[in-house]
């Protein structure tokens, strides 16, 4: 990997996230704070348009799934049952001489520490593992009621299983589809929001029959319906694989597991995670399931697809950018992009063009999200909306005002068409589908 191009690549990225509203520090006028990030004005819109889409494939898109949204905060017993107060940790090792820590399987961060004590060897301890629940304390007397930040969003799913069967009539195989914030105490979080110590989580919780054969071909369904996810809204497929868990790596809850990985520019990075939780999560919970049918009665085994939503649209941002000369733009699918369209009069300075402009801006905006742009000249409205991966400007000129009709123009091609002014509407519902 040529480092100096692709180091550059995220810096580029991390600056046009700032520089444009997607992605800032958290509190950064007090120096920020480690781990947590915030999203701007059209952060907000493209991290939204992610959860949007995957809410559209996994729930609205399947007869076999609902939705729900937990409480962030669980009873604690809830943790002890998940195993996740004994089990869900990092091993960690720590620098002898400076006393910092770093992930014990971060090759990376070690390499790099390493370097900044250039005459020292065997800097590390013995690795040393650390929980990664965060700690919340309720109540207003003393001793306060110890608690936590859920961990995985996933929790919220098993312990409504009867409350979501009770009150749909819902029957296996059915899934449980979740979008929601999370909390780690990450040890290194870096990468922009990659490793993040507040993050969201879009999850489908999956309930079969338990069945050796069944659950591996629902396993392998779900891998390609996730995939496919991916590539349908633009991401490079040769920068997409499935990475199997070695037994070792598999998470305290995992029979076997495998990730999606996309080739970061810092790696290939986990960006979502499909697990086999067997029935670890309901019997541990005491839960089962009753065929109302046959009255037979069984733990159901689970099959989890885990994606991050913030990593989703860091790597959304990050795939899509390209340069091409002067020309920077984000090639970002259309139904993702923060704003679909942009109207502008072709000067600002005839009442005429704002006029019409002002309407058809203003029609568009019942349906999409659009934006009005009228400062500097034309030229430079079409970089700064590329920027940001608008797909489609509009322009009202001179022959709108003859007959209806505005320049269309395209952001990939560069390319403009003329389209009468009362298609616009189906124009870009066509173009979003
Ligand atoms: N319920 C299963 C579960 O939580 P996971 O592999 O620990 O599985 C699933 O997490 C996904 O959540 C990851 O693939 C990643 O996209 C996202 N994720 C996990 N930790 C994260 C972090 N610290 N910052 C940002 N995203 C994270």
Redesign the pocket.
Same mark, same amino acid.
């Given at each position: 990997m040529d480092l100096n191009v692709h180091t550059s690549v995220m810096e580029k990225v991390t600056s046009l996230a700032k520089r444009r509203g997607f992605i800032f520090q958290g509190s950064e006028i007090y120096g920020g704070y480690q781990?947590f990030w915030d999203y701007g004005p059209l952060g907000v819109e493209l991290k939204n348009n992610v959860k949007k889409e995957w809410w559209k494939t996994m729930v609205y898109g399947r007869e076999d799934v609902v939705g729900i949204d937990a409480a962030i905060i669980m009873n604690p017993v809830v943790w002890e049952k998940s195993g996740h107060l004994k089990a869900f940790s990092d091993p960690l090792v720590e620098c002898k001489v400076c006393h910092r820590r770093v992930r014990a399987d971060n090759d990376e961060a070690i390499k790099d520490h390493e370097n900044s004590h250039p005459d020292e060897k065997d800097i590390w301890t013995d690795a040393k593992t650390f929980n990664l629940m965060t700690e919340v304390l309720l109540g207003t007397t003393e001793p306060k009621e110890k608690s936590y930040l859920r961990?995985?969003?996933?929790q919220g799913a098993f312990v409504n299983f009867e409350n979501v069967i009770n009150s749909t009539r819902i029957k296996v195989p059915f899934g449980i589809g979740q979008i929601g914030k #999370?909390f780690?105490n990450?040890i290194t979080?870096g990468n922009l929001?990659?490793?993040?110590?507040e993050?969201?989580?879009m %999850?489908l919780e999956y309930f079969v029959k338990p069945d050796d054969d069944a659950s591996a071909k629902t396993f392998d369904e779900f891998k390609e319906v996730r995939i496919n996810w991916y590539k349908n809204l633009g991401i490079d497929p040769e920068k997409l694989h499935f990475h199997d868990h070695e037994p070792e790596k598999r #998470?305290h809850?995992a029979k076997y597991?495998t990730?999606?990985e996309y080739k970061a520019p810092f790696g290939w990075s986990?960006? %979502?995670?499909i697990?086999h939780r067997g029935d670890f999560d309901l019997k541990n919970h005491g839960l089962k399931y009753r065929d109302e049918m046959t009255n037979e009665e069984y733990i159901p085994w689970v099959i989890?697809t885990?994606?991050?939503?913030?990593?989703?649209t860091l790597f959304f941002l990050i795939d899509s950018y390209r340069e091409e000369g002067e020309r920077v733009f984000l090639k970002l699918h259309p139904s993702l992009a923060p704003y679909k369209a942009a109207v502008f009069p072709l000067l600002k300075n005839k009442p005429e063009l704002v006029e019409k402009a002002r309407n058809i801006y203003k029609n568009l905006k019942k349906e999409f999200n659009v934006v009005w742009d009228d400062r500097g000249n034309i030229g430079k409205r079409y970089f700064a909306q590329d920027e940001i991966g608008t797909p489609w400007c509009v322009t009202v000129d001179f022959e709108s005002l003859e007959d209806d009709t505005v320049t269309v123009r395209d952001r990939d091609t560069a390319k403009q068409e003329r389209v009468d002014i009362d298609r616009l509407q189906s124009y870009f519902s066509d173009r979003l589908k």
């Open positions: 781990g961990g995985e969003i996933t #999370a780690r990450e979080p929001t990659f490793r993040s110590r993050f969201e989580q %999850e #998470a809850y597991a990730d999606i986990e960006m %979502e995670g697990h989890e885990s994606g991050g939503v913030d990593r989703a």
